[in-house]
């Protein structure tokens, strides 16, 4: 990639190195328990919401919440980093 700097009327060439980052991240491996929370709360609160004791609106927001829980507790058992997908 190349850049021009004027100077009085003089152009100058000045090469600008661009480093490519590799992303890199780490997966917090989560317990047991978070995932087996997620799943007991998923089961009361869709269980409330089909018997009337908890409004709509509130079950799917809470029941929402429940599923990320569990999709992130999933993607900590099995970690996949980009290298890996090549």
């Known amino acids: ?21 590799r992303i890199r991240y780490q997966i917090v491996p989560l317990s047991g328990a978070f995932m087996l929370t997620s799943m007991l709360g998923f089961l009361v609160v869709t269980v409330y919401t089909i018997y009337g004791r908890m409004d709509l609106t509130w079950g799917f927001t809470l029941d929402l919440i429940f599923i990320i829980m569990f999709i992130a507790s999933i993607l900590s058992i099995t970690p996949s980093f980009p290298s890996e997908i090549k």
């Open 1 to 21: 990639m190349q850049r021009f700097i004027n100077l009085s009327n003089t152009y100058l060439k000045k090469e600008v190195k661009v480093k490519k980052r």
